[in-house]
């Protein structure tokens, strides 16, 4: 991610308010928190929704076991998620629910309908329009798998609540903000609203 330096210095020249959050903030490290495969990265996603984060990372960590070699868990292939028995993610503390969406991609990237490793070739709005196809993907998720995984550098989740309590910190609001409100501040971040996205998820997390 090369392009964080520039968008830095652009973020800090066309808005001040985001200038005094850099300045607080640091240096940005959203490069360390990149995921690199696609179909973990999206499977891990179903598996931290409308979860708190340590419960979240406690049933990521027992499904990885359902999958560990020498003693070390890690997500499982396609093929591998379709043979696993319900019995077996239902012990690792996966809901019913979320069985269902796992099937359901692990399904959809075996037989192609997901473009996994063609992402490149496709614009935001078609990555979107591709991974939502999944059920219980809708448009958080896919936006987070562009950021997270993709590395896609002009993102802005208007849906996402830590960014939008990052805005009525930085922004000194009473209450949070209107997704139209948001798109129209964050315009002239453009290219690089992603770098901003970070900078107020990150400046929430000091408030914390």
């Known amino acids: 991610m090369r392009y964080i330096a520039a968008a830095v210095r652009h973020l800090k020249r066309v808005d001040p308010v985001l200038a005094r959050v850099i300045a607080r903030v640091g240096q940005c490290r959203l490069a360390e928190e990149r995921e690199r495969d696609e179909f ?8 931290y929704q409308q979860l708190a984060l340590k419960a979240a990372q406690t049933i990521s960590s027992r499904f990885q076991q359902l999958y560990a070699s020498d003693g070390r868990g890690r997500l499982p292939t396609p093929m591998e998620l379709l043979r696993t028995p319900r019995r077996q993610l239902r012990a690792a503390g996966v809901s019913r629910q979320k ?4 099937r359901d991609l692990a399904a959809k990237a075996a037989a192609g309908v997901l473009s996994l490793g063609r992402f490149s070739r496709l614009s935001d709005e078609e990555v979107i329009a591709n991974v939502t196809q999944v059920k219980g993907i809708g448009r958080w998720t896919a936006e987070m798998f562009l950021i997270f ?13 830590g960014l939008q309590h990052g805005f009525r910190l930085a922004y000194g609001l009473r209450r949070l903000p209107s997704a139209a409100w948001m798109i129209r501040t964050a315009e002239p971040w453009r290219p690089y609203r992603t770098i901003g996205t970070w900078y107020l998820w990150a400046l929430r997390r000091t408030e914390v």
């Open 40 to 47: 973990s990265s999206l499977a891990e996603a179903i598996l």
């Open 99 to 102: 069985i269902g969406y796992l």
């Open 149 to 161: 995984c993709l590395g896609r550098r002009d993102v802005l989740p208007v849906d996402d609540l």
